[in-house]
Nanobody
Framework: QVQLVESGGGLVQAGDSLRLSCAASGRPGGTYAMGWFRQAPGKEREFVSHISWNGATTYYGDSVRGRFTISREHLKNTVYLQMNSLRPEDTAVYYC???????????????????WGQGTQVTVHS
């Protein structure tokens, strides 16, 4: 069992920055590929970003590429999402997720992930 806890969400103005964190626990010695998704009211869950288990490979959704950066810190078993130049359309609940048992080519499919966090709200005002 893996537990994922997101933090760092909040209410900001357009153009501001936020950094989300996702702390993983529960599986000693495990290092997993992880990703971020988001879901706005009335919309489907959208892929945001993915990072490989060793941090060597990253992927981004088209709407955030160039503005968001995913990274990980192995000693803290934590993955980060640095979000810059935020826009009102970035408003959503942001979820982190982990691939523990399987594999994903680019991390963009939600069904590839085995564990999910509870989510953290990000609201961007214009």
């Amino acid at each position: 069992q893996v537990q994922l806890v997101e933090s760092g969400g909040g209410l900001v103005q357009a153009g501001d920055s936020l950094r989300l964190s996702c702390a993983a626990s529960g599986r000693p010695g495990g290092t997993y590929a992880m990703g971020w998704f988001r879901q706005a009211p009335g919309k489907e869950r959208e892929f945001v970003s993915h990072i490989s288990w060793n941090g060597a490979t990253t992927y981004y959704g088209d709407s955030v590429r160039g503005r968001f950066t995913i990274s990980r810190e192995h000693l803290k078993n934590t993955v980060y999402l640095q979000m810059n130049s935020l826009r009102p359309e970035d408003t959503a609940v942001y979820y982190c997720a982990a691939i523990v048992w399987g594999h994903s080519n680019n991390g963009a499919r939600a069904n590839d992930y085995d564990y999910w966090g509870q989510g953290t709200q990000v609201t961007v005002h214009s």
